[in-house]
């Protein structure tokens, strides 16, 4: 069986280290960990790492469309593989939950994140598996969407860097022993503080 897993983000050095670039940071953190070595796919404008847990065939994806346009790759990938839903995952920022804070869902809205909505467009479905990474609201007066294409600050960056461990481990507790058991485990911790 083949599990997928979508790390959402923008391409280029410009926005390597961005707050709306989690998604990739996860996937990167994740395959650092297994020693999956990340490769052009093939047919496909997207980035892959591929490997195994617990016996289950993993492929980690970073499509090279900027966010908004994440479907046009994403799912037409998806469908070539003939991956079903539930094990379709899709790694995202999130401005509704704390920076610390992970939550999986097995579907929901958009939220207004862009890159979500072109999945679900280009789907024709919400109903698909995400891993939220929370990066908290912008201070007041700044907009949204200057906020999520800044550089995590240096204290941001430092408490990122065990989330994204520890989302990693979600992803493998998803693929290892199904979602309801990787809900219960890691949407109820609290969030690691600063």
């Known amino acids: 069986m ?27 953190a994740l395959a650092a960990r297994k020693g999956w070595l990340w490769a052009p796919a093939s047919r496909f404008d997207a980035d892959e790492a591929e490997g195994m847990i617990d016996g289950r065939r993993v492929l980690l994806l970073r499509a090279h469309s900027y966010m908004n346009l994440s479907g046009q790759v994403l799912v037409p990938l998806v469908r070539h593989l003939k991956v079903p839903l539930d094990s379709f995952l899709v790694v995202h920022d999130d401005l509704d939950l704390a920076p610390g804070r992970i939550q999986l869902r097995r579907d929901g809205g958009f939220g207004g994140h862009r890159g979500l909505e072109s999945i679900g467009q280009q789907l024709g479905s919400a109903d698909f598996c995400r891993l939220r990474v929370g990066i908290g609201r912008p201070p007041p007066g700044q907009e949204a969407a200057d906020y999520v294409l800044e550089d995590f600050t240096e204290a941001e960056a430092r408490l990122m860097e065990e989330v994204f461990q520890r989302a990693g481990e979600a992803l493998i507790c998803w693929v290892s022993q199904g979602m309801e058991a990787a809900m219960n485990r890691f949407n109820n911790r609290r969030e690691i503080q600063a």
């Open 2 to 28: 083949l599990f997928v897993i979508a790390g959402l983000g923008n391409p280029g050095s410009r926005y390597a280290r961005t707050r709306h670039n989690c998604g990739y940071l996860v996937l990167e």
